[in-house]
C-alpha cells in the first residue's frame, strides 16, 4: 500500500539542473520527515537532505548552497532541486520518509552528471 515513487533523474551535464519529485502515497504525508539519500557505484548510501513535518530543512555539507528541498503536503510530494551538479554527485538517489518506527523507501531514480 505504502508507496514512495522517484521522478526527474536523468542524464546531465557538469554543472547543470536537475529536480527530483517523490510522490507518496500509503502514508499520513505531512506528520513525515522526509529524506533524499544517494548511492553512488561501490559507496554507501549517504544523506542528501531531510525535511521535517513543518518544513524545517538541513542537507549535508556537500550540497549546501547549491541543493534544495521542499514539500507539498497537498500534493504528498517532495523535491529535491539541484543545482550545479557535479559528476561525482552520479548516483541513484532515493526517497525516504520516517515517522516514529515506521520507514519507507522508493525505489530510486538515477542522476547521472557526465558531459
Known amino acids: 500500500q505504502v508507496q514512495l515513487v522517484e521522478s526527474g533523474g536523468g542524464l546531465v551535464q557538469p554543472g547543470g539542473s536537475l529536480r527530483l519529485s517523490c510522490a507518496a502515497s500509503?502514508?499520513?504525508?505531512?506528520?513525515?520527515?522526509m529524506g533524499w539519500y544517494r548511492q553512488a557505484p561501490g559507496k554507501q548510501r549517504e544523506l542528501v537532505a531531510t525535511?521535517?513535518?513543518?518544513?524545517?530543512?538541513n542537507s549535508a555539507d556537500s550540497v549546501k548552497g547549491r541543493f534544495t528541498m521542499s514539500r507539498d503536503n497537498a500534493k504528498k510530494t517532495v523535491y529535491l532541486q539541484m543545482n550545479s551538479l557535479k559528476p561525482e554527485e552520479t548516483a541513484v538517489y532515493y526517497c525516504n520518509a520516517h515517522w516514529a518506527t515506521l520507514a519507507y523507501w522508493g525505489q530510486g531514480t538515477q542522476v547521472t552528471v557526465s558531459s
Open positions: 525535511i521535517t513535518s513543518g518544513g524545517s530543512t
Open positions: 500509503g502514508i499520513t504525508f505531512r506528520i513525515y520527515v
